[in-house]
């Protein structure tokens, strides 16, 4: 049986922080360059955490939207032992509907600071994080899930960032699954 490690991790985002302008990424079809240059949605998530993985519904609602207001959308798999083909056929079982691409060497991860998943980050047309967090309230800090989320933290900064309004700060701290540990040759990187 597999045990999955659940933890909170406290994150606050940087306003300083910013994506490198070119990361590339590993794509089912070859190379995927990261969206870091344009208006871009990034949501982390991984294919054996099973609180990542009950987000796929809604993980697709919110990209649907994002991708209407003209929002690149990719799904970020940093788990190094997962292949593109692998990350593509979660995908498609899932239902999500964007572009997927695995970061093994976490390359955008260690720049946006995410440390579990899920979790999403926004980026404006310059690579300027403005939001870095959780999707909503669905699971206590405690890691018990309710029986329906009473704030959506993702949404709210989506809908601020299209209206061209502030963007809040999640109301909470986002609760997963720790990020797999790369190999000590991608550590040093």
Request: proline letters at 11%; charged letters at 25%.
């Amino acid at each position: 049986m597999l045990a999955i490690a659940l933890v909170l991790f406290a994150v606050a985002v940087d306003p300083a922080a910013c994506l490198p302008p070119r990361i590339e990424l590993a794509g089912a079809g070859g190379v995927v360059e990261a969206p870091t240059r344009k208006r871009a949605l990034l949501i982390f998530l991984d294919s054996q955490c099973p609180v990542s993985n009950g987000y796929s519904p809604e993980f697709a609602r919110i990209a649907k939207t994002a991708a209407k207001a003209g929002i690149a959308v990719l799904g970020v798999h940093s788990d190094p032992s997962l292949s593109p083909a692998k990350a593509e056929e979660h995908a498609r079982e899932h239902g999500l509907g964007f572009a997927v691409a695995v970061d093994a060497r976490q390359v955008l991860a260690r720049a946006t600071g995410v440390r579990l998943v899920p979790q999403a980050v926004l980026s404006d047309a310059n690579g300027r994080v403005v939001y870095r967090g959780r999707i909503d309230d669905l699971r206590t800090p405690e890691g018990i899930r309710r029986p329906a989320a009473t704030r959506h933290d993702l949404r709210d900064a989506l809908a601020a960032f299209i209206d061209g309004k502030p963007v809040p700060p999640p109301s909470g701290e986002p609760f997963g699954c720790p990020l797999p540990q790369p190999p000590e040759s991608f550590r040093k990187e």
